[in-house]
């Protein structure tokens, strides 16, 4: 569904993606794990065309997608939810949510998406009128995902959506992500809690300083010693 082939990035003189090379396939959850700063959220933005590659290919369903503009590539059908949930706080939940269908051309046409969202999330249909400033970060982040699913993505990319949240929540946040696998969606995950990717992924890549050292199932990663004493505290 997506691929990253040989993709280089940088900022200014600082060399941040350094020949990553990552797939993923239609229906697939692949995890991308790594410290803070490893290079997960650029490889991300990249792939939505928020940061341009230096040099590399990127292709999506096939189709090469390199110099096409970001909103081009959300009409493809990828989509970002970004680090940080960046929700819109003076809009309501039910406001946000309409907005993740803003680019479509059918959003007059969107119920359907918004019922299986409020069917997924039925917190937030409790609160589709209150303003999203007011809610916690993980119902924020809720919000976030959702808002993404009402762009009816082919392949979401998530970006941290466990960081700065109690582990309760983060249970919460896997359960969706699980929720979302076993009904086809396509999933690139970057994340830090590498317990929680690796648990949520079929398999994963691993960052460090902008390249891929590790990659494989993430049942062998996790029993793999250099992942338990980096990132899983073994």
């Given amino acids: 569904m997506i691929e990253f082939e040989r993709v280089n990035v940088h900022y200014g003189k600082n060399h941040v993606l350094k020949d990553v090379t990552v797939n993923v396939g239609a229906g697939e959850v692949v995890s991308l ?8 959220t650029t490889t991300l933005r990249t792939a939505l065309g928020l940061k341009a590659a230096s040099s ?18 959300v009409n493809r059908g990828l989509v970002l939810v970004p680090e940080g949930r960046q929700v819109f706080v ?6 946000n949510l309409l907005m993740g269908a803003y680019h479509r051309t059918d959003r007059n046409h969107a119920a359907a998406e918004l ?9 937030l249909h409790e609160r589709r009128a209150q303003k999203a400033g007011s809610m916690s970060g993980g119902e924020q982040q809720m919000l976030a995902i959702a808002r993404g699913l009402m ?4 392949c979401l990319l998530l970006d941290e959506p466990t960081l700065g949240l ?7 946040i896997a359960h969706i992500v699980r929720r979302l696998a076993q009904s086809g969606m396509t999933i690139l995950l970057a994340e830090q809690n590498a317990a929680m990717a ?16 590790l990659q494989g199932a993430s049942e062998e990663l ?8 980096l990132y899983l505290g073994n």
């Avoid at 794990?33 to 997960?40: P, R």
């Fill in 33 to 40: 794990i790594g410290a803070n700063a490893a290079g997960k």
């Fill in 56 to 73: 590399g290919t990127l292709r999506f369903a096939g189709e090469e997608i390199t110099p096409l503009s970001t909103h081009q590539r």
């Fill in 90 to 95: 003076k809009f309501t939940v039910l406001e």
């Fill in 115 to 123: 019922d299986q969202v409020f069917d997924m999330f039925p917190r």
């Fill in 151 to 154: 762009a009816k993505p082919k």
């Fill in 166 to 172: 109690a582990p309760i929540i983060v249970e919460e």
């Fill in 198 to 213: 690796l648990a949520s992924a079929g398999r994963a890549y691993v960052l460090e300083s902008g390249s891929i050292s």
């Fill in 222 to 229: 996790r029993q793999s010693d250099a992942i338990k004493s």
